[in-house]
């Protein structure tokens, strides 16, 4: 089944774009204004935003459902892209926060991870996660699971585990549990080990996506050593 996601924003579409969306329609309500940001942010799409519909502000609503500040939108369908299991894959323990799920996304597709799945009850393709990505969730898959299955090393994320140490391996799964709750006992369970970030005493956590760009950045510098 085919399914249509929003795209808002510029950037939303720039990166839905150039990961091989087929995004129809892309409508601007200032067209220059779109083709002037593109000349800047993205000239090799330069000619992609010249070919938006120029719409007004009423119509844009009607579409997107409310404004935006760069005034681009677009619609695309949602694409089956295969884990990649040459990387590491992010679990996201039941989530609460779309914009911190959005976040999350988009640091996994710029360190390059082998996907992104979650558990839980938020849909990591709902509009505000989708927003927070900037559109990158095109760039590598994204799924909910319902279930712990899967092979490879979980690694869980956690402020009392032992210090990360030494190389992750490739095919790992990294966990991270949410804002309030932390890790869920069947992620504990389940891990082969927890492991903290280095962190000053007294200073309790790190953002979710903090955690997630330490996380696979220290399997990006290890790999590379």
Request: charged residues 20%.
């Amino acid at each position: 089944m085919l399914v249509t996601v929003l795209l808002e924003g510029f950037h939303a579409v720039k990166h839905a774009l150039r990961f091989g969306a087929d995004v129809h329609p892309l409508i601007t309500t200032d067209l220059a204004a779109a083709i002037s940001l593109a000349e800047t942010h993205a000239p090799d799409l330069r000619e992609r935003f010249a070919a938006a519909t120029e719409v007004d502000q009423n119509h844009f609503k009607l579409r997107a459902g409310r404004t935006h500040p760069t005034g681009v939108a677009g619609f695309a369908e949602k694409p089956d892209l295969a884990f990649d299991r040459d990387a590491p894959i992010v679990l996201l323990d039941n989530p609460r926060n779309l914009g911190n799920f959005g976040a999350a996304i988009r640091v996994a597709a710029g360190l390059d991870a082998g996907g992104v799945i979650s558990t839980g009850d938020v849909d990591p393709w709902h509009p505000n996660v989708l927003r927070g990505s900037a559109g990158l969730h095109f760039a590598l898959p994204v799924a909910k699971v319902d279930n712990l299955d899967f092979t490879g090393e979980l690694i869980a994320f956690d402020a009392d585990g032992d210090l990360l140490k030494g190389p992750i391996p490739d095919d790992a799964v990294l966990a991270f549990g949410s804002e309030r709750h932390g890790l869920s006992a069947e992620v504990r369970a389940k891990a082969s080990r927890i492991v903290r970030l280095p962190m000053r005493e007294k200073v309790s956590s790190y953002n979710l996506t903090t955690s997630v760009a330490m996380g696979l950045y220290h399997w990006v510098i290890h790999r590379a050593s």
